[in-house]
């Protein structure tokens, strides 16, 4: 589990405003679905109150949540979903870059959707996964 600095952040988050690229599978992997039907997701995570935040990448309609590293690539998800870990990279947004969905005044830079970013900011994949069989079905 990633240090967390005394605003119970981890560390490899970025506090100076700027978006960083962090590899995957070392801190956290990334499970990455299309906006649309993660929009959908989200009410359904919203209501057990364990999901994590979500980085929304606006430019490429995505969504991300961030799991344990080695989590996304240890099990079978749903068509759709696209696991990420091991050799991936993913545009982590500064803590303070909160937006909704399709928030115009946001501009095109990935952001936090819709929650702040707190904790150590995982998912778990546990949760997150009947959430998502929900959405787009179960897995092959």
Do not use: N
């Not at 079978?76 to 870059?97: E, F, K, M, N, S």
């Amino acid at each position: 589990m990633a240090k967390t600095t005394p605003l119970s952040l981890p560390d490899w988050l970025p506090l100076d405003g700027r978006v960083r690229i962090r590899p995957l599978g070392e801190q956290f992997d990334a499970v990455r679905v299309p906006m649309l039907q993660g929009l959908y997701v989200l009410p359904r995570l919203a209501l057990t109150g364990l999901s994590g935040p979500v980085v929304e990448d606006p430019v490429q309609r995505l969504l991300h949540w961030l799991v344990p590293a080695g989590d996304a690539t240890a099990r079978w998800w749903p068509l759709g979903v696209t696991p990420l870990g091991r050799g991936h990279v993913l545009a982590i947004p500064p803590a303070d870059r909160v937006s909704g969905p399709w928030d115009a005044d946001a501009g095109s830079e990935v952001r936090w959707l819709a929650v702040p970013p707190t904790g150590d900011c995982l998912t778990d994949p546990d949760v997150l996964y009947p959430a998502l069989c929900r959405v787009f079905g179960e897995a092959p």
